[in-house]
């Protein structure tokens, strides 16, 4: 018995990173899962992998969300299952961000979000699950990601209206709130998606490991574990919350 027996899942940006590491995880636990993506070739390889389906979706655009629900039940019947993990990242002091590459930020994850809960709650079965991610920069300020932080701050807010207004039907939704994750959007180091991971990995850790007490970056496994948590019957009494998996980052300042 798979903890996701039965039930139909969307999980966004699921061509890699984080998505496609709950994308895996989701379908390995009986869920049928519907990779959305921009990046058709890789989203379409996972499905086949995995037995899912593919949709082609940009998380801005409200059309797409449409016609991704649409498919979804057209090939599922239901759908009980929402992981908004799209997302960009965009490194720049504040006051040198142009309003294009704020807002361009802005519509891939906040207007995501928001977009996904507004076109999925409303066909989703009565006790389905909204999983939002956020980031630890959305709980607290950090330098050079001024656009970042504000969009995912938003996401935490939204993840509390929206978990309030949908409880009357049993559907809970919570965030998760990663730290440093290896995934290819977050590591400055190494932006190339091809390259080695073994090496990438090695080099985030370096770099995070005076500010993390645990020594090192989260792997996406780590942070797709939690979504299915958050997506199981597992948390049945959890909803509207923030949920921080960041190696103690923001647990405080070791002087040891």
Not at 37 to 58: F, Q, S
């Amino acid at each position: 018995m798979g903890k996701l027996d039965g039930r139909v899942v969307i999980v966004t940006g699921a061509a890699r990173g984080q998505g496609e590491q709950e994308a895996r995880l989701f379908a390995a636990e009986g869920a049928r899962v519907v990779v959305a993506d921009v990046l058709d070739d890789r989203g379409e390889a996972l499905a086949k992998e995995i037995g899912a389906r593919y949709v082609h979706l940009d998380v801005g655009r409200e059309e797409d969300w449409r016609a991704a629900v649409t498919a979804t039940k057209d090939a599922y019947g239901q759908l009980d299952g929402l992981v908004n993990n799209a997302g960009i990242l965009r490194f720049n002091s504040l006051l040198d961000t142009p309003v294009d590459e704020f807002m361009q930020v802005v519509r891939v994850n906040q207007v995501g979000c928001f977009l996904g809960i507004k076109a999925v709650a409303p066909e989703m079965s009565d006790g389905g699950t909204i999983v939002n991610t956020s980031s630890c920069t959305g709980l607290t300020g950090m330098a050079a990601v001024g656009a970042y932080a504000a969009s995912k701050h938003a996401v935490v807010g939204l993840t509390r209206v929206a978990a309030l207004e949908l409880a009357g039907r049993g559907i809970r939704v919570n965030a998760v709130c990663p730290g440093a994750v290896d995934t290819a959007m977050s590591n400055p180091a190494s932006p190339d998606p091809d390259a080695d991971p073994e090496q990438t990995a090695k080099g985030l850790d370096r770099l995070y490991r005076k500010l993390v007490p645990l020594g090192r970056a989260g792997r996406p496994e780590e942070v797709a574990r939690l979504a299915l948590f958050l997506t199981s019957q597992d948390s049945s009494y959890i909803t509207g919350q923030p949920f921080v998996i960041d190696g103690g980052w923001l647990a405080g300042v070791s002087v040891i």
